[in-house]
DNA sequence: CCGACAACCTGTGAGC
DNA sequence: TGCTCACAGGTTGTCG
């Protein structure tokens, strides 16, 4: 599902929506998502003003203020493997729910945001606004797109790894945000092999590796992020960046750089997808 | 601590 | 047409 550009493609279109605005109505139509939707969620969040929407790794933040309960917090959302938020700005007609739309958003001044998940590995909780970072976001690692994602700090967290560096690559403690398709995208503009051991990756390597990981998170967030499946952005139209691949999902075809025909293995049970003469 | 794998759940496409 | 199997973008827990 939606990896780090999906879920800041679906930050943008909501943060210039729903911004300022309260929390009217919250409906739950299934509550058996990750973790359960909390039962109480409809009277924690009736009235409370959506301060900021925030995205922290693949967790989309509403911060909301006190709205006449004891203090303010954040809802935190996860699309997981087949989430997406669809979203109908003020006056526009509803269609019907579909299928798998297990949750709605209504806002004061009319929006309406829809939670979709075929597959229920999505999540929505509330954390209440406490001194501790949320027990769900404390053990991130850097956001890639930050300037503390550098070369010389990602050497240190790969120190010590023998496992392929695609797989360090998808650790959320080494780095956020980077999932299936974005990990074999990387590795190809960095020209790495998937199946080098992370800890032998040498400081230049490690340097091409982030501008690569940065670059190809970049232009995916600028292409509308990828739909393979469900995902959707929130006016309900289809990312373009799967089209852009250089490697996923292109087994047998001819490599974009080179010609070679891209090749196919599995590591941690996910498929990787890598060109064996531009990527060393 | 590290790494590999199963599990969570539904839908889809391939092959028979 | 229909059955079975493999596989799909994530995360977490368990086992070796």
Known sequence: MPELPEVEVTARSLRSVITGH??????CFDRRLR???PAGLSKTLAGRRVVEVRRRAKYLLLDCDAGGHKSGGTLILHLGMSGSLRLFPPGVALPPRRKHDHLEFLFDHGALVRYHD???FGLCVWAPATDETPPLLAELGPEPLDDAFQAESLRQALHGRTAPIKNALMDARVVVGVGNIYASEALFRAGIRPATPACRLGLVRVARLVDAVRATLED???AGGSSLRDYAKTDGSDGWFQNDCFVYGRAGEPCRRCGAPIQQLRQAGRATFYCKRCQR
């Open 220 to 222: 995916a967030i600028a």
């Open 118 to 120: 075929p597959r229920r």
């Open 35 to 37: 973790q359960p939707v």
């Open 22 to 27: 309260c929390i009217e109505a919250f409906r």
